[in-house]
């Protein structure tokens, strides 16, 4: 059943259907555009699209082979994805957009970005899985079982549904894929406007020290930014926290604390160093 207001759609791609769901629109707006993250659907990230659907016409889709959008007969590696999220976009007549992405999602956003800038306004990265950080896989593997412990119990009814239709080796292959992308190069090579927000308890992302390093080395149109008390899916478990500081980097203010919400994860900017 769809949200109240929110309208359920089906865009063909390829040949085949595309779930989304979509806002009320907001004239004048530049389109929010939530990605999910791997063998989960766009139900999860709904909390914080709902938050952020009052200032931006705003899409949730379901990637192809994931919830209620069918499958192309096996796993799609990131690349392919991305490429018909473009396709998506394309037929769903928006652009350009900001593409709001959860984990896996952050690398699926990267690579549109990188592919058409021109139908990208700006990347939000949620947690952004991949690379050195989470290799080799097995290690990846006990950081994700880490974070398992670290989220919401409220997340499990959500995404236990879309875990089981996935199934376990498409999230296997797809998971080793995901660890070997180099998601620090991309985010240094942004050719776009990029927020990289980080949960302080997320077990999949780097230390501080690491943080701050990227933020060094991160050109000047990426911002990076912490949400202390949050883990992986923090668009699940923070919503409130994540809209507030996605609105202050989109109205370009300084980034502080979500004032309705205090105490609850404090919003800190990771500001850049000379070398």
Known sequence: MAEAGWQELRVVVQGRPVFVRKSPQIRGSIPLVHVHGFAVSGSYLLPTAKALANRATTFVPDLPGYGRSPGWGHALG????????????????????????????GPVCLEVAHSAPAHVAGVVLCSPAGGMYNQPLSRAVVQLARDVRRESPRMVPVVLPDYLHFGPVNALQLFGELVRFPSLERVLRTPV?????????????????????????????????????????????HPRELAHLIGCWLDRREVTDDPDQPGLAQVMEVRRRDM
Request: proline share 11%; aromatic share 2%.
């Open 78 to 105: 990131i690349p392919s994805l991305a490429r018909l999220l473009l396709e998506v976009l394309e037929a769903l007549d928006v652009g350009p957009v900001i593409l709001v992405g959860n984990s896996m999602g």
């Open 193 to 237: 406007r990029t927020l990289a927000v980080i949960g302080s308890r997320d077990p999949l992302m780097p230390p501080p020290s690491r943080v701050r390093e990227v933020g060094r080395l991160a050109p000047p149109h990426v911002t990076i930014a912490v949400i202390r008390g949050a883990a992986h899916a923090m668009n699940f478990s």
